[in-house]
């Protein structure tokens, strides 16, 4: 199972940025999702998780109507649609998946995770 993101750089605030996360050793369509970050310094943060069968989607609060979560079963791919960036949104953005299930907005630890694509928002 290996995950890999993409997509992240620098943006100015107000702007828009698009990751994706690539999957390959298993179905996307099989595992739930999700995004989590980390700020520099600090403790990780959840940021978005989609359910196993695509139809739920949960959002922390600070990004709730910025960001959108969603995945393209066909080229196995999870992405995060980020806008309306802040500063505060700057961190290294990790893309998760969990084979049981149990994706959530604030969970941070999964058993797989990808290594990680930094936003940088000024």
């Known amino acids: 199972v290996q995950l890999v993101e993409s997509g992240g750089g620098s943006v100015q605030a107000g702007g828009s940025m698009r990751l994706s996360c690539a999957v390959s050793?298993?179905?996307?369509?099989?595992?739930?999702m999700a995004w989590f970050r980390q700020p520099p310094g600090k403790e990780r943060k959840g940021v978005a998780a989609l359910s196993v069968n695509g139809a739920n989607t949960a959002y922390a609060a600070s990004v709730k109507g910025r960001f959108t979560i969603s995945r393209d079963n066909a080229k196995n791919t999870l992405y995060l649609r980020m806008n309306s960036l802040k500063p505060e949104d700057t961190a290294m953005y990790y893309c998760a998946a969990d084979t049981r299930g149990g994706c959530t907005s604030g969970r941070t630890y999964y058993p797989y995770r990808g290594q990680g694509t930094q936003v940088t928002v000024s």
């Open positions: 050793g298993y179905a996307t369509s099989d595992y739930c």
